[in-house]
Each structure stands twice: as structure tokens, then as C-alpha cells.
């Protein structure tokens, strides 16, 4: 547990923090891994153990052939990832998902950075940023970052990093919208920054769809804030669909939903209402519905949703969501080494960083723990394939998201992160198809970047 050294730091014992600590003594690399509880607690956790799940003790699926969590399963246990690793030992009955009793996963991640002799765990707050001199630092706060360090990072990027109810957006997948009922235009026929005049996907209601429409909008299910989230105010440039919908019927119609400058072609005038909706990645694969941010419960959100004509059928990539949150617009302020630009000895990692879920999580702490075990061998470190889970994951949150949209926000893996095959396949073909390439990449990434520790 002790070292007479340190070559790195790492803030935060949560999954992101133990896997880069992880990753980084495994590789030879002396780590100091901070972690302030029990000194000082947090609104969610309930003890002190490195890796405490706060909330469901699920990872997800665990088929590795045709889902993108899956997937990333399978790539961090190649990768040797301690996460994984405490995980399958500890499962317990979940049919296909990976579910772990939380008390053994949480013991048997800290135990085993406990036995580690490179690896120094201080029980402490870190209340600041170390500067470069202190050499290659990675942050894994999380989103329940402390108030001086939430408040360091903010001065340091001037990002906002405050804490207020972060209302997020569906993300459907492209090729479930129905273009018989759609059309690209953008609003006036005006062209983006990319001199795009149909960079937006309209789907048009008549009077009686969107009545409909706000009915189930008011009725439905909302999630349930937690007790610690109830006095967080709404950011007022983000509400909530649902909210809108409260505060006037025809609110949603003169906002997100207004139909002016846009014309149906089909019927060559212009709609009661319109659903827009913006690509979200690079590749085009994925879509988010403008304003329509929401904690309707999720359920109620898929139901609610497929009334809106050209997205009967649609499959969701993420699905929206409000909760407390502090991440980094991390297109913007990191590079594809998750680096700070401005001070490129501080790396980000975990849901910091804009990923979701814990699985995501560890994987990026992962890479961010490889990264600098590299750099302190001498070696200059590489990204994985952007055909991989990881690569992909990574890929997003450092460019593969369109940056400048505001509209970047936490999301899980999935496979509309990743490049398309090279070869058209028929549907039940594409994802054991996209597994087997990610897999085979993987492998020669980890041969290339192997770091014999010292």
C-alpha cells in the first residue's frame, strides 16, 4: 500500500480512479491514489470503500457479440482491468446482464490496490489541482466533485461546473427515423457554420397529434429526485419538456417545437408543430430531439416519443434524463489522450469526462492509466482504434462529438460511436460483425502498446 515514490496521482477512488491506479502499478508507475472519503462524504455514498456502486449494482449486458456494453466487457477484461476482473468474481444471478453483489466488488477492488506496493492510498481531500510540477495527474472526481476542486477545475477551463439539474435530450439512432414521414431542412433554409441547409431532421404533428401529444406529455409517469437533488434549481435554458408543456399548452409550440420557416414537402405548407431533430456525432449515425430534454420515466419516454410521426419505430440511443451533474465539455477542452489542453499534465477520466455508467467509466480511467504509464516509460502513448469499444467511447468524448452545438452531454456506449463496416450486411449480421473487428483490433492495439512494468 505504500510507496517510497511517486510518478503519477490519480484523484478519486471511485471506478475510474482504482482502474487508472490499477493500470498505471501495473505497469510499473509508483501512484499516490486520493481519495477524500471518510475525511468528507458525499450526498450519495454510504461508506468508505474504494469503488462504491451508488446506484444499481448492474453492468449491463454481458453479451459481448451483439451489445456495445457488452463488447466493452470483453475488451477491458483483455485489457486486464482490475473492474472486470472483481466484477466476475463477484456476480451474482442477472440472466444476460453482469450484476455484482456491491459489498464483495467494492472490498475486492480496494483489496487488491491495498496489496499493492506501488500503489499509496491517501485518505485525504485534494482541494485543488497539483500544478505541473508535481508531474502527470489524473482527475477522477466524478460527478459529485467537491466544491474547491469543482471550483479549480471551473477557473482553470472556464467551463461551468456548477451544480443544477442537467436536463438531457433523447438520442435516437438515424436509420430508425422513417423518412416517408420526415424531411431535412434547416429553418429558413438557412445554412449552419458548415453551409448545410438541411442539417435538421423535421418531423411534423397536425393540430390534433400535438394535442395528443401534450396530453401524454402532462399525464405521464416523472422520475423521482433524490433527497439530496430537491433544492438544485432547473437551469432555465434547459427545462424540460414536460415543464414547458406545464406552464402554458402552446409553450412547447412556440419554443422547441415551432413549426415557422420550415415546410412539409408532402403537403407543401407548414405544419401545426415540428419535432427537430440535430445530428449528434461526427459520423451521422445518431440524432438528438432538439429541446427535448425531460425526466419523464423511461418507459413513458419511448411511449411518448414514438406518437411523434417519423420516429414510430425509433430506437433510442440514450434515453433523457436529469440528475446533479458536473462533467467537462470535454470535445472542446480535452485531446485524444484525454489531456487538458491547457495543461496537458492533467487528465480526465470517469464520468467527468461526459461518459455514463460504470462500466464506461472504468474504461476510460483505463486508458487514462495507460496513457501515463507510457509517458513515464518513455513511450508515446496511442489511442485505441476507433473500430473498438474504447476507441470509440474515447473517441466521442474528445471530437467525435460535434463540438460548438452545445448540446454535448453524458451517454453510455453503444454502436452508433462507431465507424460504419466497410461492407453493407443484412441487419442481424451488422453487430457480431462489428464485435469481431473491435475484438481483432483490440488485440493488436494491446500487443503494440504493451508496458512491461519496471
Not at 511517486?6 to 482504482?18: K, M, Y
Request: proline share 6%.
Amino acid at each position: 500500500m505504500n510507496s517510497d515514490r511517486t510518478e503519477a496521482t490519480v484523484i478519486g477512488g471511485g471506478l475510474a480512479g482504482s482502474e487508472a491506479a490499477w493500470q498505471l502499478a501495473r505497469a510499473g508507475v509508483a501512484v499516490a491514489l486520493y481519495e477524500m472519503r471518510p475525511a468528507r462524504g458525499t450526498e450519495a455514498h454510504v461508506g468508505d470503500r474504494l469503488a462504491e456502486l451508488v446506484c444499481s449494482n448492474s453492468f449491463r449486458s454481458d453479451n459481448a457479440e451483439t451489445s456495445a456494453i457488452g463488447l466493452l466487457h470483453e475488451e477491458l477484461r483483455r485489457a486486464g482491468s482490475l473492474v472486470l476482473r472483481a466484477a466476475d468474481t463477484h456476480k451474482v444471478p442477472a440472466g444476460e446482464a453482469l450484476a455484482v453483489d456491491r459489498a464483495g466488488f467494492a472490498a475486492a477492488v480496494q483489496a487488491a490496490l491495498e496489496a499493492e506496493p506501488l500503489v499509496t492510498i491517501r485518505r485525504e481531500e485534494m482541494a485543488g489541482l497539483p500544478p505541473p510540477e508535481a508531474g502527470p495527474v489524473i482527475v477522477a472526481t466524478g460527478p459529485l466533485t467537491a466544491p474547491g476542486l469543482a471550483a479549480a477545475i471551473a477557473a482553470l477551463t472556464g467551463e461551468q461546473a456548477l451544480a443544477f439539474f442537467d436536463a438531457i435530450a433523447p438520442v435516437v439512432y438515424r436509420d430508425s427515423i422513417d423518412f416517408e414521414l420526415a424531411w431535412r431542412q434547416s429553418r429558413y433554409d438557412k445554412p449552419g457554420p458548415g453551409g448545410d441547409k438541411a442539417a435538421y431532421i423535421n418531423c411534423p404533428l397536425d393540430q390534433a397529434g400535438y394535442e395528443a401529444f401534450i396530453d401524454a406529455l402532462l399525464g405521464a409517469e416523472k422520475t423521482e429526485f433524490k433527497a439530496w437533488e430537491r433544492d438544485t434549481p432547473y437551469f432555465e435554458g434547459c427545462l424540460p419538456i414536460e415543464v414547458m408543456a406545464a406552464r402554458g399548452r402552446e409553450t412547447p409550440r412556440f419554443g422547441p417545437m415551432k413549426p415557422v420557416g420550415l415546410t412539409d414537402p408532402r403537403t407543401g405548407t407548414r405544419a401545426h408543430a415540428v419535432v427537430q431533430l440535430r445530428q449528434d456525432n461526427a459520423l451521422g449515425t445518431l440524432y438528438n430531439i432538439v429541446g427535448f430534454q425531460t425526466k419523464l420515466a423511461h418507459a413513458e419516454q419511448k411511449r411518448i416519443v414514438r406518437m411523434i410521426p417519423g420516429l414510430r419505430e425509433a430506437r433510442f440511443a440514450r434515453l433523457g434524463g436529469i440528475h446533479r451533474n458536473t462533467f467537462l465539455n470535454s470535445p472542446a477542452l480535452l485531446d485524444g489522450l484525454l489531456r487538458l489542453k491547457a495543461r496537458p499534465h492533467l487528465r480526465f477520466a470517469g464520468q467527468i469526462t461526459g461518459v455514463e455508467g460504470y462500466v464506461e467509466s472504468a474504461a476510460i480511467g483505463l486508458l487514462a492509466g495507460r496513457f501515463v504509464a507510457a509517458e513515464q516509460r518513455g513511450r508515446a502513448p496511442t489511442a485505441p482504434p476507433a473500430t473498438t469499444a474504447l476507441g470509440a467511447l474515447l473517441g466521442h468524448i474528445t471530437g467525435g462529438h460535434l463540438t460548438g452545438t452545445g448540446s454535448f452531454q453524458p451517454i453510455n456506449v453503444n454502436f452508433g460511436l462507431f465507424p460504419p463496416l466497410a461492407v453493407r450486411l443484412k441487419k442481424r449480421e451488422r453487430k457480431p460483425a462489428m464485435t469481431s473487428r473491435a475484438l481483432q483490433d483490440l488485440d493488436g492495439w494491446l500487443g503494440a502498446t504493451r508496458i512491461a512494468a519496471a
